[in-house]
Structures are given as structure tokens and as C-alpha cells.
């Protein structure tokens, strides 16, 4: 609960701080800052459910395609926060 709770938090701050959808990384960062604000929806409304995602990624190993995804995004703002 605290989690989902720090989450709505974090969530709503950024989405209030950073809602534009002009060019790639701006969406980019609009589509995470919604997702975290989801995740934390979900963590408080819905528990039980998130848990039982949480074991399906794990059991058949989706955890680390998942990773690759976000260093790949990570790398590509970081990449366009120093480049551009």
C-alpha cells in the first residue's frame, strides 16, 4: 500500500510537472510519467492482481526483457539530454 501510495505520488507530480506531447522524448516522458501514476492506481486499487503479474513476469522470465527495454529508453533520453 505504501508503494502504491508513493507511486500515485510521484505519478501525479510528474504528469502535473511534464504532460506535453510535442516531439519524441517529450512523449517519452509523458507515456513514463502516466505509467508510474497507473502502476500506483493499480498497487492500491488492485493488489492482488498486481501481484499475480508480478509472479507471471518472473516465472517466464519477462523481468529481464522488460530491463533491456528501460536501459534502452534510459539510454536514448540520456543520449538526447547530452547530444541535444
Known amino acids: 500500500m505504501l508503494l502504491g501510495i508513493t507511486f500515485m505520488i510521484a505519478g501525479i507530480i510528474q504528469v502535473l510537472a511534464h504532460n ?4 519524441l522524448p517529450q512523449v ?3 507515456i513514463t510519467s502516466w505509467g508510474i501514476l497507473i502502476k ?3 498497487f492500491v486499487v488492485i493488489p492482488r492482481t498486481v501481484d ?3 509472479d507471471w513476469w518472473v516465472n517466464n522470465h519477462a523481468l529481464s526483457l522488460a ?3 528501460m536501459l534502452a529508453v534510459g539510454g536514448y533520453l540520456s543520449w538526447v539530454a547530452y547530444f541535444a
Do not use: T
Not at 20 to 23: D, M
Open 28 to 30: 517519452v516522458i509523458s
Open 52 to 54: 499475480k503479474a508480478g
Open 40 to 42: 500506483g492506481v493499480m
Open 20 to 23: 506535453v506531447w510535442g516531439s
Open 67 to 69: 530491463g533491456v527495454l
